[in-house]
T-cell receptor, first 115, second 114 residues
Framework: GAVVSQHPSRVICKSGTSVKIECRSLDFQATTMFWYRQFPKQSLMLMATSNEGSKATYEQGVEKDKFLINHASLTLSTLTVTSAHPEDSSFYIC???????????FGPGTRLTVL | GENVEQHPSTLSVQEGDSAVIKCTYSDSASNYFPWYKQELGKRPQLIIDIRSNVGEKKDQRIAVTLNKTAKHFSLHITETQPEDSAVYFCAASGNRGGGNKLTFGTGTQLKVEL
């Protein structure tokens, strides 16, 4: 149980385009989903927290107009990187929580490369 | 907000030896402390966790200790094996209006040498 999927696993795009990443909880209802970014040889940095049906809460320094998060249902959250630039190239990982305890279940990650 | 520090950043041990990774946290309201193992290009994998009402927890070769007073917790791996080589992250979480968000340590690259 507690499986989280992410799609796509890898994406390469041109500078200035937008990219959408999907995060799904496959066998449980995720009351909260989290989006992280991880640069090479660095830790996971929380970008935003999203609850189903409400606006995401962004961490300090994360531009909400650039990283659009939608949590339309209890099993799906999406992250859209708008007008992507090479510095946005990173490993994006989502996680989901069922709200029963603090545990988060991580997706497999999406490797974004912006040319 | 929460700040988690982790040491060492790299750790090299001989196969069969023990490895210890230490973390400190700043927010006394944190009550959940997971440890993750991450292989290159993969998702973090939960290996053990501890909650603030417990001082120690063990699962086969892995153990975690928590000192709430000092606000530090440690991961202990005994009888290390080459497949233990990976990056390990500690994290801390509380429910101080933050939706139980996790704050991660900076990571430890563990290398187990034959």
């Amino acid at each position: 149980g507690a499986v989280v999927s992410q799609h796509p696993s890898r994406v390469i795009c041109k500078s200035g385009t937008s990219v959408k990443i999907e995060c799904r909880s496959l066998d449980f209802q995720a009351t909260t989903m989290f989006w992280y970014r991880q640069f090479p040889k660095q830790s996971l940095m929380l970008m935003a927290t999203s609850n189903e049906g409400s606006k995401a809460t962004y961490e300090q320094g994360v531009e909400k107009d650039k990283f659009l998060i939608n949590h339309a249902s209890l099993t799906l959250s999406t992250l859209t990187v708008t007008s992507a630039h090479p510095e946005d190239s990173s490993f994006y990982i989502c996680s989901a929580s069922n709200g029963r305890n603090n545990e988060q279940f991580f997706g497999p990650g999406t490797r974004l490369t912006v040319l | 907000g929460e700040n988690v520090e982790q040491h060492p950043s790299t750790l090299s041990v001989q196969e069969g030896d023990s490895a210890v990774i230490k973390c400190t946290y700043s927010d006394s309201a944190s009550n959940y402390f997971p440890w993750y193992k991450q292989e290159l290009g993969k998702r973090p994998q939960l290996i053990i966790d501890i909650r603030s009402n417990v001082g120690e927890k063990k699962d086969q070769r892995i153990a975690v200790t928590l000192n709430k007073t000092a606000k530090h917790f440690s991961l202990h791996i005994t009888e290390t094996q080459p497949e233990d080589s990976a990056v390990y992250f500690c994290a801390a979480s509380g429910n101080r209006g933050g939706g139980n968000k996790l704050t991660f340590g900076t990571g430890t690259q563990l290398k187990v040498e034959l």
